[in-house]
């Protein structure tokens, strides 16, 4: 029987595989949420920013004794870098792919607006805010605001 060739966990195509896509994604929005730089979250795990930046987006998968590290850096359990994802996600793996290689590609993951920076930056800046009266008066605002914009369409 011929060997297959090692794909280490990618796609049929050669992308990232999904899962490791999602755990980065999830480690990019807990870190933006604690308001780290990707400098200071390699500096705390013994990384550079350039390896951090390769996690988050799924290019390097990241070890088991690498995600126990993030996982007490970033201060969450293990199990909240799996927490939201998608059932086709899960699928995805790699002995799973290697059964039943996908039709088509995985969509971005950047394509989901709870993961972009601007969001990322405005939950941030919205849990900052002391009083929580003045918050409560933003989330009206942002609510009306969107309330209002869902009739206009």
């Known amino acids: 029987m011929p060997r297959r060739k090692a794909n280490r966990g990618r796609t049929p195509a050669g992308a990232p595989n999904p899962i490791d896509v999602h755990v980065g994604s999830r480690m990019r ?5 604690l308001g780290l730089s990707q400098e200071k979250l390699g500096e705390m795990i013994g990384l550079t920013f350039q390896q951090v930046q390769k996690y988050e987006r799924g290019a390097n998968r990241i070890s088991c004794s690498r995600l126990f590290d993030l996982s007490r850096s970033l201060e969450v359990p293990i199990s909240y870098f799996f927490d939201d994802m998608p059932e086709e996600t899960k699928g995805l793996s790699p002995v799973q792919m290697v059964r ?12 989901d607006p709870r993961l972009r920076r601007e969001t990322l930056e405005l939950v941030r ?9 003045v918050r409560r008066r933003i989330y009206d605002l942002a609510k009306a605001l969107s309330d209002r914009g869902g009739a206009e369409e």
């Not at 929005?29 to 949420?33: C, E, P, S, V």
């Not at 039943?100 to 394509?111: T, V």
């Not at 800046?125 to 009266?133: H, L, R």
Request: proline content about 19%.
């Open 29 to 33: 929005l807990r870190r933006t949420l």
């Open 100 to 111: 039943e290689p996908p039709k088509e590609e995985p969509p971005a993951a950047e394509a």
């Open 125 to 133: 800046n919205y849990y900052s805010i002391v009083d929580p009266d």
